[in-house]
């Protein structure tokens, strides 16, 4: 079945590490998102991705990075400047050619201690 | 500039039904969204709206005025299960695929 996957589901990091968040899909999708979610906040879009070899900050990039080397994937590295990483990361894809807006992976809760 | 409104939270009766209302202000239109949120989880789709009136699913409908930047989600025969956060999101015109978030309403069901 086609989808897509984050991992891992739940990481722990000390303060001042970088972490890499991934993210994988098998949809045959163009676009692909990042979005960080506090709680009682919305969707915050951190960055996203139209094509491969090419991605566009979104609202809250500082402290961020990602890359997109491959169509299927769409890694998010959280700095050591990101002042407040501890958070709920959700992935996401969509194609124009469906109306479904997004598919969301099952997201990784990040907790830096 | 882009907004979108929706109540914080919601309480309604189990078998009862409950209209999430979503109001909206972006730069142009391509279609609305609902999404469903339990919590710790990922969002799942529930209805698209583009064209204005509503969109039944089952227990769930979808009504959409673009002229009055509108939108509610119809919840029938409500359950335990339904309780969650509905998203309500606009797809603004043009190639940009970005979708437009609400906060987000909090529905809990009570028995």
């Known amino acids: 079945d086609g989808g897509i996957t984050q991992s891992p589901k739940y990481l722990f990091r000390k303060e001042g590490q970088n972490v890499t968040l991934s993210c994988e899909q098998n949809?045959?999708?163009?676009?692909m998102y990042w979005y960080r979610q506090d709680p009682g906040q919305g969707l915050r879009l951190i960055y996203y991705?139209?094509?491969?070899?090419?991605?566009q900050k979104g609202d809250i990039a500082e402290g961020y990075s990602v890359s997109r080397e491959k169509k299927e994937s769409f890694p998010l590295t959280v700095t050591s400047a990101q002042k407040n990483p501890t958070a709920f990361y959700l992935c996401?894809?969509?194609?124009?050619?469906?109306?479904?807006?997004?598919?969301f992976g099952s997201g990784t809760r990040l907790t830096v201690v | 500039g882009q907004n979108i409104d929706q109540p914080t939270e919601m309480t309604a009766t189990e078998g009862a039904i409950v209209q999430i209302n979503c109001t909206y202000q972006?730069?142009?239109?391509?279609?609305l969204f609902w999404y469903q949120q339990h919590a710790g989880e990922a969002p799942t789709f529930l209805s698209y709206?583009?064209l204005d009136g509503l969109e039944e699913k089952g227990r769930f409908s979808s009504f959409l005025s673009r002229s009055k930047g509108y939108s509610y989600l119809l919840l029938k025969e409500l359950q335990m299960k339904d309780s969650a956060s509905y998203l309500c999101?606009?797809?603004?015109?043009?190639?940009?695929?970005?979708?437009?978030w609400g906060l987000g309403t909090s529905l809990a069901v009570n028995p």
């Open positions: 999101a606009v797809k603004e015109a043009g190639n940009n695929r970005k979708l437009i």
């Open positions: 972006t730069s142009g239109f391509n279609g």
């Open positions: 949809l045959n999708h163009d676009a």
């Open positions: 996401a894809s969509n194609n124009d050619r469906v109306n479904y807006g997004y598919t």
């Open positions: 991705s139209q094509i491969v070899n090419d991605f």
């Open positions: 709206n583009v």
